[in-house]
């Protein structure tokens, strides 16, 4: 009896004469998340930014020069929407696709080729901003040998320059001009393997000089080329830039108008936009370059922007367009292969 009544109370030293031991059960670690309000800090700048190019409510210097970087807005905007969505809510996470979504139907389709090459009656046109008469006139010449345009239309031409390109043998390949040149940023001409005729007062020009020209090309529809070149959009001269962008004339019927030249505008601005919705298309866009940049070239950081532009009436097919650096001068020339409406 003694030895039974001993092993009833011994054991392992458990509750109950189970002879376990009891574990408390683990505590689940919780997940931190991101506070909602750094989300909201994260996503409302790209929301304004957003707002801001769909609307087109960028009105002064900075604001005008800030929305050249709308393409690289719509990249960063996807960190924000990983962001939200680890917070977890869902009117952040909401707010930060929408914006992604807004910006990225800004940018994307530039990439993209809207339609198959076309065939018909083939202009092609090549501008080039000089840098005050700097750019390199072999290597120039080397361009339109190997791109062989039908036109050429040049910024920032000095009558420097224009000596050089003659000495160079542009006149023998283009003998057709239409010259405006200054001793400045000022300067600008047409250059053509077609007859010129001056086209005066076709619009205003306001800013630099912005020569225009008619042009018969066979089997197409008459065709009318303008050199643009307006102001930067630099304090005071916003007002100039976005005069001069409303002044150029809009696509006419009976007549295919081709604008070439240096902008100083990016399809992110309101303006130019406005421009373009006159009847015309922008050749990078159509053949999916559009986000391919043109400015600063030559320099200790690479080209950023978008500024140079070949636009043509929306009759007007585009089968090609390519991007090339001069030396000598800070904007890359553009080139775009097109084909005219038969006449």
């Known amino acids: 009896m003694a030895d039974r009544g001993a092993g009833g109370t011994g054991g392992t030293g458990g509750t109950g004469g189970t002879g376990g031991t009891v574990v408390p059960p683990a505590r689940r670690r919780r997940r931190r998340r991101i506070p909602k309000t750094l989300a909201w800090a994260a996503v409302t700048p790209f929301a304004a930014w957003a707002m801001a190019r ?3 409510l960028e009105r002064d210097s900075l604001t005008i020069q800030l929305m050249t970087g709308t393409p690289y807005v719509a990249a960063a905007s996807l960190a924000p929407v990983l962001l ?18 807004a910006l990225g139907l800004s940018v994307l389709p530039r990439a993209l080729r ?12 090549l501008t080039l901003n000089t840098l005050f008469g700097h750019a390199e006139p072999e290597a120039v010449m080397d361009l339109v040998r190997r791109l062989d ?12 320059m ?23 940023a000022g300067g600008s001409g047409l250059y053509s393997r077609y007859p010129l005729t001056a086209r005066k007062n076709l619009f205003e020009a306001i800013g630099h000089n912005m ?49 070439a030249g240096d902008f100083n505008a990016s399809l992110d601005h309101a303006a130019m936009r406005r421009f373009l919705s006159r009847g015309y298309l922008d050749a990078a866009d159509s053949a999916g370059e559009g986000l391919t940049p043109t400015w600063p070239v030559n320099k200790r950081v690479p080209a950023l922007i978008t500024i140079d532009h070949v636009v043509a009436d929306r009759r007007v097919g585009v089968n090609a367009v390519s991007v090339h650096t001069v030396p000598g001068t800070d904007h890359r020339a553009v080139f775009a292969d097109l084909r005219l409406p038969p006449s």
């Open 114 to 125: 809207s339609g198959d090459p076309v065939v018909g009656m083939p202009l092609r046109v």
């Open 211 to 259: 020569p225009a020209a008619s042009m018969t090309v066979p089997g197409a529809m008459p065709v009318e080329i303008v050199d643009v070149h307006p102001f930067p959009p630099l304090g005071r001269q916003v007002y100039d830039w976005t005069a001069a962008l409303d002044a150029l004339p809009s696509a006419a019927p009976d007549t295919i108008r081709i604008l």
């Open 84 to 101: 939200s969505a680890l917070t977890r809510t869902r009117a952040v996470t909401a707010v930060a696709l929408v914006t992604t979504a």
């Open 54 to 56: 769909v609307a087109g």
């Open 162 to 184: 224009v000596e050089k390109f003659q000495t160079a043998g542009l006149e023998k390949i283009m003998p057709y001009q239409v010259l405006e040149p200054e001793w400045s």
């Open 149 to 160: 345009p039908d036109v050429f239309s040049t910024q920032e031409l000095t009558p420097g």
